[in-house]
């Protein structure tokens, strides 16, 4: 079997998603509730229903979008706490690995383009991709079968020599239903957060991004579905 192409989440997979916790769960509101003199009960309240309402479309992972939504630079407090961007456990030895065995990487965000930048002006993860690309450039966000569909106009691939690693269930059903067929979840996204229980989750799953490794070994050696296997 030929070796598939890995495509890479950014945000609570190569990345903590504790930096995103920190700022929409936290620092949005607390910023909202300042600019808008109302109770961080109230700003909590009404920027929960916001997420609600746009969740997994493409507005909710803009931060022009929120800007103008909200009347807060969503953008300038992400730069104010950029510090706080890390990766995740494994991310740099899996990606160097995988480099050196001579796997295709790919890194497909649901981040719009100045997230992204932000992401990696501080985290370099550049080295290691041969195609980066945020769903704001698609159209569509990678939820949707459109997301996969003009992926592969732009940028050819197979969908059967494919694996997606990401740590969001919708995500990897739009994919699923696209046709990719190696599918990986992650068990602890943010490590402000619990870990999920692997077998509570709908996709195999890793804690270690290096634990990928094996998957991949077992992949080659043998053609099966790793969501089946």
Known sequence: MQKPIIMFDMDGTLLDLAFDDLIWNHKLP???AETHQCTLEQSQNILKAFYQQHNHTLCWYSSK???EKVGVDVLQLQ???KDKIAPRVGCFELL???TQQGYRCWLLTNADCAGLKLKLENVDLSPYFE???SSEEIGYSKEFVEFWQILQKQHPFDPKYACLVDDTAPVLKG???FGIQHLITITQPSSLRAARHALELEYPAIHDLTELLPILSHLENKDVDVKTA
């Open 65 to 67: 979008y929120w800007t």
């Open 79 to 81: 730069y104010e706490h």
């Open 175 to 177: 994919a699923e239903n």
């Open 96 to 98: 160097k690995q995988l």
């Open 131 to 133: 195609v980066m690309i």
């Open 30 to 32: 607390e910023r909202h």
